[in-house]
C-alpha cells in the first residue's frame, strides 16, 4: 500500500527566501509524482507532474525532483512571495491496472512567506 | 475552457439523511474521481468513472456510492450521513485513457463542503 509523507508540516520564511519541500513514499512503482496547491477552503491547482521516467520539472520559479529508487521528491521554490503562501501537497500514482483515477497524497506542507 | 464545476458549494445535513454531490468535468474529459478530505485523514480516493463504468474504488463503506451519465458528469451519493462525512468533497477530472497515465495529470473542482449536524 502506497504512502506518502511530507516535511515538514509547516514552514515560515521571509519573503525572497528559496525553499525546500519534501515528499516520500513507500512505493516506487508510480507512473508520476505531482506537486498541488491548496489555498484554504479552494480546490487543488496542479503545479508540476513528474512522470516516472523523467528526473525534475521546472515551471517559472517552481523546480521539482523525482528520485525513484530512494522514493523521495522535493518542489523547490525559488524566492518565495506571499502569493505563494498556501498547502502544498504531493500525490503519487502508482502503477498497475487498479490504479484509475488513484491519486494517494501527503499530508501536506503549510507554506507561509511574510513581507 | 471552462474548469470542473461542483455543485453544491456548501451543504448541511443531519444525521441519518443522504446527500447527492455534482460534478461537471472539464469539456472532453471521460473521467471523474472523487476524493474526500479532512483535517485528521487528509486527501481519500473515494472512486474513479470513466464512461460511465467505475474502474477504481478506495476503501469506503458502501454508504458512499456513486454514478457517471452519458455527458460525464457525475455524481456521488452518502446515505445515512454520520458526523464524521463532514469534510470537502473534491472531484477531479481528466481524459482518463489508459495508456496516458504517465503524463496526464487531474484538473480539480472548488469541492463541496458537506456539514453533518
Known amino acids: 500500500k502506497q504512502e506518502v509523507t511530507q516535511i515538514p508540516a509547516a514552514l515560515s520564511v521571509p519573503e525572497g527566501e528559496n525553499l525546500v519541500l519534501n515528499c516520500s513514499f513507500t512505493?516506487?512503482?508510480?507512473?508520476?509524482l505531482q506537486w498541488f496547491r491548496q489555498d484554504p477552503g479552494k480546490g487543488l491547482t496542479s503545479l508540476l507532474l513528474?512522470?516516472?521516467?523523467?528526473r525534475e520539472q521546472t515551471s517559472g520559479r517552481l523546480n521539482a525532483s523525482l528520485d525513484k529508487s530512494s522514493g523521495r521528491s522535493t518542489l523547490y521554490i525559488a524566492a518565495s512571495q506571499p502569493g505563494d503562501s498556501a498547502t502544498y501537497l504531493c500525490?503519487?500514482?502508482?502503477?498497475?491496472?487498479?490504479?484509475?483515477?488513484?491519486?494517494?497524497f501527503g499530508q501536506g506542507t503549510i507554506l507561509t512567506v511574510h513581507p | 475552457k471552462a474548469g470542473v464545476t461542483q455543485t453544491p458549494r456548501y451543504l448541511i445535513k443531519t444525521r441519518g439523511q443522504q446527500v447527492t454531490l455534482s460534478c461537471s468535468p472539464i469539456?472532453?474529459?471521460?473521467?471523474v474521481s472523487w476524493y474526500q478530505q479532512t483535517p485528521g485523514q487528509g486527501l481519500q480516493f473515494l472512486f474513479e468513472?470513466?464512461?460511465?463504468?467505475?474502474?477504481n474504488k478506495g476503501n469506503f463503506p458502501g454508504r458512499f456510492s456513486g454514478r457517471q451519465f452519458s455527458n460525464s458528469r457525475s455524481e456521488m451519493n452518502v446515505s445515512t450521513l454520520e458526523l464524521g462525512d463532514s469534510a470537502l468533497y473534491l472531484c477531479?477530472?481528466?481524459?482518463?485513457?489508459?495508456?496516458?497515465?504517465?503524463?496526464?495529470?487531474?484538473?480539480f473542482g472548488p469541492g463541496t463542503r458537506l456539514l453533518v449536524l
Open positions: 477531479a477530472s481528466s481524459f482518463g485513457l489508459a495508456g496516458a497515465r504517465t503524463q496526464e495529470t487531474q484538473y
Open positions: 512505493d516506487s512503482a508510480i507512473y508520476n
Open positions: 513528474i512522470q516516472s521516467s523523467q
Open positions: 500525490a503519487a500514482l502508482n502503477a498497475g491496472g487498479t490504479s484509475y483515477g488513484k491519486l494517494t
Open positions: 469539456s472532453g474529459h471521460r473521467s
Open positions: 468513472y470513466f464512461s460511465e463504468t467505475q474502474r
